[in-house]
């Protein structure tokens, strides 16, 4: 089989049903990774060589890297639901109702590598991205699939209705036995032209690829469209959000497309909030420091701050921007307000890098202090480069934490609940497994917390029915602080032109 081509160019039949490019067990131990790979077409002359473009190449080598100690656990398939008996089916129908039998998603594993997404416009090099990408694959990988989204959607809608078929008289979700069925065959999957202008598609995504994720399964997509622009304007899209938001939060966001710039190194492909701890975020802090720094190279050197006759520490400085870890500027760092605000005035561009989660009493100290760095970061209109251990929204609270923490249930404080009766059906009904009813209600609080990042009204409202905040001061003061950590990472935000261009949080 040519391993080029694209699904849509040369569909064959694979064992998980779908028209794709799924190779078993196929020889890639010559193969180099993606930038050596690139190097080589570089020195052919088959593509020019593109500063902008190798940075993403980059991002394409850290998940190569990753993906080479990555050992996807075994898919186990959901225990397919017992037939309904005669009595059953006959009050069912009278009630018009059936008890839907959901099977209960696994903990995504520990050391799952975080997927990519990259988008642009016709020619940003999407495609030969892809084929760098999926080409290079470590040989360790030996389940992985490449499908136009389309294509893809079109055979699991097939599927979906194959398995409602095959067990009549159940309102059956079937999407966690077809996820399943594709996981099993597809440990990496890789979309050409993810887009969502189906109602039908927006109804199941979130959680086909929730299931998908849960599993195990490596995603990386080609887009036009940044993820917040996916089906924009589509029927019911408030019920398309969550899956925006996991896109966001478990997937890398690259741009493909190169800005005008008038620096001579190439604003970074993503956004400035990295999570997790992972090979990619060392190189998401480099690359930002450099581009907001005055040396084209990651140099350094120390500096001191004179504050009220005390001296400040600067362990990293180049230019106007300054890289501290977060061991440095909080933990031990031993600074207040005072020492925060001199830093404000000097820098206009912060690295911080290796932020734990902050939730937890234990971790609440630390919290108060970042959000005393933050308060001063974000009045002195600086940019703010972060990478941490959980997504932004989840930084000063876990979804667990919240969830456990509230008189009421999540969707009842959520505007929109979870958005779609389908996503909210395990709640509704008390029959089903208990398992699901907690991954499902993490679920909305997760959703919850995206919400209060995008509005301060809704943080405090939130906060107020939970446990976690002894007073009203400091409840506001953790609502405030994730509202202004989502518009630091915003478009627009930041002291010079150049820096705001093409921003979107992490």
């Known amino acids: 089989m040519d391993q080029s081509c694209l699904g849509m160019r040369c569909a064959t039949g694979s064992p998980n049903g779908l028209r794709s490019i799924s190779m078993l067990g196929a020889d890639s131990s010559k193969r180099p990774g993606p930038i050596a790979e ?47 008996s005669r009595t059953s089916t006959f009050f069912n129908s009278i009630l018009h109702r059936s008890p839907p039998v959901s099977a209960p998603l696994p903990m995504p594993p520990a050391d799952q590598p975080k997927g990519l997404y990259m988008y642009g416009d016709v020619g ?10 999926y080409a290079t694959l470590p040989p360790n990988v030996r389940s992985k699939t490449r499908i136009h989204f389309h294509n893809f959607m079109q055979d699991v809608h097939k599927q ?41 598609d927006a109804m199941i995504l979130r959680r086909l690829l929730q299931a998908l994720l849960a599993h195990g399964t490596v995603l990386v997509t080609t887009s036009n469209r940044h993820p917040k622009e996916l089906y924009k304007n589509g029927i019911q899209r408030s ?19 190169s800005p005008t710039d008038y620096r001579s190194i190439p604003r970074p492909a993503s956004g400035v909030y990295h999570h997790p701890l992972d090979i990619a975020a060392k190189t998401h802090a480099e690359k930002w420091y450099r581009y907001l720094g005055d040396s084209k190279e990651a140099s350094s050197r120390e500096e001191t701050v004179h504050v009220w006759g005390r001296e400040v520490h600067v362990p990293r400085a180049n230019g106007k921007c300054c890289w501290y870890t977060f061991d440095e500027l909080v933990e031990k760092g031993n600074m207040g307000p ?55 929204h989840q930084l000063f609270v876990s979804p667990q934490e919240l969830e456990a923490s509230l008189k009421v249930h999540p969707a009842q404080l959520s505007p929109s609940g979870s958005g779609n009766s389908k996503d909210k059906s395990v709640n509704d009904h008390p029959t089903t497994h208990s398992a699901s009813v907690h991954h ?53 935000w930041g002291k010079t032109d150049i820096e705001a261009k093409g921003r979107e949080w992490g």
């Open 338 to 392: 005072g020492e925060y605000l001199a830093l404000a005035e000097k820098y206009n561009a912060f690295v911080i890098t290796g932020i734990k989660q902050l939730a937890g009493e234990r971790q609440r100290d630390w919290g108060r202090r970042f959000v005393t760095f933050l308060d001063a970061v974000y009045e002195a209109k600086a940019t703010l480069v972060l990478t941490t251990e959980v997504p932004i």
């Open 124 to 133: 940003s090099g999407k495609t030969m991205l892809m084929d760098l990408f």
């Open 440 to 492: 499902s209600t993490t679920a909305d609080a997760d959703t919850l917390l995206h919400q209060m990042a995008d509005d301060l009204g809704l943080g405090m409202e939130v906060l107020k029915n939970s446990s976690l905040f002894s007073g009203e001061e400091e409840r506001f003061a953790f609502g405030r602080a994730l509202s202004r950590l989502r518009e630091m990472g915003g478009q627009g």
């Open 38 to 84: 690139y190097d080589a077409r570089v020195k052919a002359g088959k593509i020019k060589d593109d500063e902008h473009q190798r940075g993403i190449v980059q991002y394409l080598q850290d998940l190569h890297t990753m993906l080479k100690s990555y050992n996807p656990p075994r898919v186990i398939p959901p225990k397919p639901p017992s037939p309904p």
């Open 160 to 200: 979906l209705h194959a398995y409602k078929m095959a067990h009549p008289g159940n309102d059956l979700d079937a999407i966690p036995f077809v996820a399943a069925t594709i996981a099993s065959h597809s440990s990496v999957l890789c979309f050409d032209e993810f887009q969502c202008t189906d109602v039908a």
């Open 239 to 257: 019920s398309f959000i969550p899956c925006i938001n996991l896109l966001l939060t478990r997937l890398t966001v690259l741009n493909l497309d």
